[in-house]
């Protein structure tokens, strides 16, 4: 095999939790090993998701595995990242990595009416100052899509009532986070700008009320995420970092004492700033006109 040809990398959740050091020697010391691979974590054996391939048809190439960006175009839930700039925040002392893990979803998809298995991801492993701080799944990171400035497609319902009457699709996510004090236990003000454009209609349901819920929604889900890894003493959201690039004397105030974590009151408050664009190749309205019977 031409090491040169290699596409991605999977680190097994026991080697995360022991030492990726040893690993990372041998593929950085080694010239053909290039930088541009994907990453994943996994917690499945690794035979079973290096032997998944892709629906038939298509290139075995065409996967998860080795094309993550294509599939996170289209569901911008868990970003990917390229060697390189895993190794970058590896590095970094204020940087909390979310690194993807991949896992197999044995009966998702039919052909000829028997189930086939494909890969997906389920949620990430955090790794910080080299060492693994944990699994956390997908449903504890509803509000890291609204924290990433590079989320390009996702999606909200808007319940009134436990009940669904729309669906959005948000593009163009922008961040704007503020320390608002510094010092051992700094906080953060956090303004989110995103873009939505009203993907389907359920109910008869205003644009002013849709804005007022998606902005009430998001800032729920950034909530929980973010207390979700304050639990587990894990930055989801990168607030040290952002203290790092902003004021580094601040930083090192901060993290002069390795154990200081990021506390539940850093998240002084969210704003969220929404713009619905347009409704798609339809009205708003989406009940049956009285105008169009005779009178």
Do not use: C
Request: charged letters at 25%; glycine letters at 6%.
């Amino acid at each position: 095999m031409f090491a040169g040809f290699i596409s991605s990398i999977i680190y097994h959740e026991r080697l995360l939790k022991r030492n990726i050091l040893p690993s990372y020697d041998i593929l950085n010391r080694y010239g053909l090993v290039r930088y541009t691979k994907w990453v994943f974590g996994t917690r499945e054996p690794l035979q079973d998701v290096l032997s998944n391939h892709a629906l038939t048809g298509f290139s075995p190439l065409i996967s998860l595995l080795h094309q993550p960006e294509e599939v996170y175009k289209q569901r911008s839930f868990i970003e990917p990242i390229q060697y390189y700039k895993f190794i970058e925040r590896f590095w970094n002392p204020s940087t909390t990595i979310a690194l993807p893990n991949i896992t197999i979803y044995e009966r998702s998809w039919k052909e000829n009416n028997k189930f086939v298995s494909r890969l997906s991801v389920d949620g990430i492993h955090a790794i910080h100052r080299g060492k693994w701080e944990g699994f956390f799944p997908n449903t504890d990171l509803l509000g890291l899509r609204w924290m990433n400035p590079h989320t390009e497609f996702a999606g909200i319902i808007i319940r009134e009532n436990g009940k669904p009457q729309a669906t959005l699709r948000i593009k163009n996510v922008r961040l704007d986070v503020h320390p608002v004090r510094k010092g051992v236990k700094p906080t953060f003000h956090v303004h989110i700008y995103m873009k939505a454009f009203v993907r389907e209609v359920m109910g008869d349901i205003s644009n002013e009320k849709i804005k007022r819920i998606a902005e009430k929604e998001v800032i729920e889900q950034v909530r929980g995420t973010f207390l979700k890894g304050v639990e587990r003493g894990v930055d989801l959201f990168g607030f040290e970092e952002t203290l790092y690039k902003r004021d580094v004397e601040a930083w090192k105030q901060f993290a002069k004492n390795h154990e200081n974590k990021i506390s539940a009151e850093a998240l002084d408050g969210v704003t969220v700033h929404l713009y619905l664009s347009d409704s798609g190749k339809m009205k708003q309205n989406w009940f049956y006109p009285d105008d169009l019977l005779p009178k």
